[in-house]
């Protein structure tokens, strides 16, 4: 084992055959009676270094890769200061970097798990991995974006505290146009609720309702500008569509929560929503938040009355969830240039108090 480590070092890892053939060769000692022995002497010659260096090479091959992980996990599963050994040899790191660019949904699998493993009764490095998981938010595989999404639900039930730098690439992520993604997306932002980055976390969903258009930047896509355009606002509208389901899911679930969103202008927004159509899913999102609230509070019923008219606001609360099919240009006209405004009736009703 130690000539194996030491001729992996020595090569400087630019062999791929070499690689493969030091994996086989540490591969065999957990299947021995003397496993742990064998670990110890792993360790000892500097094992945990060379399984993070075959991760860090370009030319690995994915199986290699793999293997080497499932080799850490077998370190991590050892306990507690053997998961500290990885994390001080700045393992988060390799095997988050391997996640983020791995090839194959195998080997981001057992990323995913070893990077959980780690998390798990390690204290001393548990908001290391919590803060590398944050940081693969940014990373552009949809499905390692899914797997992080994943993983950070469990950690952050460990790290008991959400860091502020999740709130920007999580909402981020809302312009997914992978499902999935925008499912775990989604599910991470109702758990974060009960943290203390929920005022960021509703003020931004709230804003994601109004996305501002300028400044887009535009490509030629088969000379046609029409296509150029709803290839640059696509995301942003699935993004919009997204707050609004967010919203939806997280008032309907909390009182408390419903009424904080008032103030920040929520019932505003929806309906600025509603009155998008380059983006049917947006409205219809937007529509269904909308209800809870005209449902839930009286004040809002009256504003939202006034503002619509009598027709449109009788043909919205018949079929919220298909009112957009049959709205015109002047009436979405009328709900993108709507002024109400929950916060200022609050405040009036509040000094009168």
């Known amino acids: 084992?130690?000539?194996?480590?030491?001729?992996?070092?020595?090569?400087?890892?630019?062999?791929?055959?070499?690689?493969?053939?030091?994996?086989?060769?540490?591969?065999?000692?957990?299947?021995?009676?003397?496993?742990?022995?064998?670990?110890?002497?792993f360790l000892e010659v500097g094992g945990v270094l060379t399984l993070l260096e075959i991760l860090g090479q370009k030319q690995t091959k994915e199986e290699d890769k793999a293997e080497a992980i499932r080799l850490l996990q077998i370190?991590?599963?050892?306990?507690?200061?053997?998961?500290?050994?990885?994390?001080?040899?700045?393992?988060?790191?390799?095997?988050?970097?391997?996640?983020?660019?791995s090839k194959t949904e195998g080997t981001q699998e057992t990323a995913r798990a070893l990077l959980e493993s780690l998390a798990h009764g390690n204290p001393k490095y548990q908001n290391q991995v919590y803060?590398?998981?944050?940081?693969?938010?940014?990373?552009?595989?949809?499905?390692?974006?899914?797997?992080?999404?994943?993983?950070?639900?469990?950690?952050?039930?460990?790290?008991?505290?959400?860091?502020?730098?999740?709130?920007?690439?999580l909402l981020n992520l809302l312009r997914s146009l992978h499902l999935e993604v925008q499912y775990e997306a989604i599910?991470?932002?109702?758990?974060?609720?009960?943290?203390?980055?929920?005022?960021?976390?509703?003020?931004?969903?709230?804003?994601?309702?109004?996305?501002?258009?300028?400044?887009?930047?535009?490509?030629?896509?088969?000379?046609?500008?029409?296509?150029?355009?709803?290839?640059?606002?696509?995301?942003v509208y699935v993004q919009q569509a997204a707050a609004a389901k967010a919203l939806r899911l997280l008032a309907q679930g909390s009182q408390e929560l419903s009424q904080e969103l008032l103030p920040l202008r929520v019932v505003h927004h929806l309906m600025y929503a509603m009155g998008n159509q380059e983006h049917a899913d947006a409205q219809r999102q937007a529509s269904l938040a909308l209800e809870h609230f005209v449902r839930t509070y009286p004040v809002v019923e009256e504003h939202v009355r006034r503002t619509m008219g009598i027709?449109?606001?009788?043909?919205?609360?018949?079929?919220?969830?298909?009112?957009?099919?049959?709205?015109?240009?002047?009436?979405?006209?009328?709900?993108?240039?709507?002024?109400?405004?929950?916060?200022?009736?609050?405040?009036?009703?509040?000094?009168?108090d």
């Open 131 to 169: 803060r590398g998981l944050i940081a693969l938010l940014t990373c552009i595989s949809p499905k390692a974006q899914q797997l992080v999404l994943q993983t950070l639900r469990i950690v952050q039930d460990i790290v008991k505290e959400a860091h502020p730098s999740i709130v920007g690439p």
């Open 311 to 352: 027709n449109l606001f009788a043909a919205f609360m018949h079929k919220p969830e298909t009112f957009y099919m049959t709205m015109d240009e002047i009436q979405a006209d009328i709900l993108l240039s709507n002024k109400v405004n929950i916060s200022e009736v609050l405040e009036h009703q509040s000094s009168e």
């Open 187 to 235: 599910e991470l932002i109702t758990d974060l609720r009960q943290y203390e980055v929920r005022p960021a976390l509703l003020t931004g969903l709230v804003d994601l309702l109004k996305p501002a258009t300028e400044g887009m930047q535009t490509y030629k896509i088969l000379e046609d500008p029409e296509m150029t355009k709803m290839t640059e606002s696509l995301p």
């Open 1 to 41: 084992m130690a000539h194996c480590t030491r001729w992996e070092e020595a090569t400087l890892l630019s062999n791929t055959q070499l690689e493969t053939a030091v994996i086989s060769s540490l591969s065999f000692w957990q299947y021995t009676n003397s496993s742990h022995r064998y670990l110890i002497e």
């Open 75 to 101: 370190v991590s599963n050892a306990g507690r200061k053997y998961k500290e050994l990885i994390c001080e040899s700045y393992g988060v790191r390799a095997i988050a970097e391997c996640l983020a660019k």
